[in-house]
């Protein structure tokens, strides 16, 4: 238990980048890591799904369950709520990227906005981090992570071609502040 309390935004990450990898040796064609995103490898009616399912739902699990143990704060609700809305997108799926016939439009949508949730709650969470910051140096990386996720996620709209790369980007600066800067 001590080991999720001190450790638990490592542990998380760490499973999350080894479901991504898992689901990345499983894919199949149609799937192009370069068009295609993360949250297709765990797409409705996608046969390998699961595993994708249960990255989200592992990181964002551990990440909530870490922060409780540590005690919630101003600083660490916003990564608390996106760890929930992570785990909750591996509870509902985006719709597939390839052609079929049913798929709920609903949970899709459902999908999206927990999606896009998160990535507020996470900018967020690194701009308060700004103004805990303890010395200029520190601060000026938050700054540079936030405007590196705001530009990723800017670029992740506009770059449909791209997705798959771009979100790839955003996801490895998001995690490598996570690791390396996010202090609860």
């Known amino acids: ?24 040796i499983f894919s199949v064609n149609p799937y192009d890591w370069t068009r295609n995103t993360i949250s297709d490898l765990g797409a409705q009616a996608y046969d390998k799904k699961l595993i994708m399912q249960l990255g989200f739902l ?38 597939p990227f390839f052609p079929t016939e049913h798929y709920s439009e609903l949970e899709s949508r459902i999908h999206s906005t927990l999606a896009q949730l998160a990535g507020v709650v996470f900018t967020l969470g690194i701009l308060i981090h700004i103004f805990y910051a303890s010395n200029k140096t520190e601060k000026w990386l938050h700054v540079l992570f936030f405007t590196l996720v705001i530009s990723l996620s800017a670029f992740f709209g506009l770059f449909k071609t791209y997705q798959g790369i771009l979100q790839r980007l955003l996801y490895l600066t998001s995690f490598f502040w996570l690791v390396k800067f996010y202090r609860p």
């Open 58 to 95: 592992a990181f964002g699990l551990i990440l909530v369950f870490g922060i409780l143990l540590q005690g919630l704060s101003w600083r660490t609700l916003p990564i608390l709520i996106y760890g929930l809305c992570i785990a909750l997108t591996g509870v509902f799926c985006t719709k």
């Open 1 to 24: 238990m001590q080991l999720i309390k001190t450790s638990y935004h490592l542990i998380s990450t760490g499973l999350f980048i080894f479901a991504i990898i898992l689901a990345h």
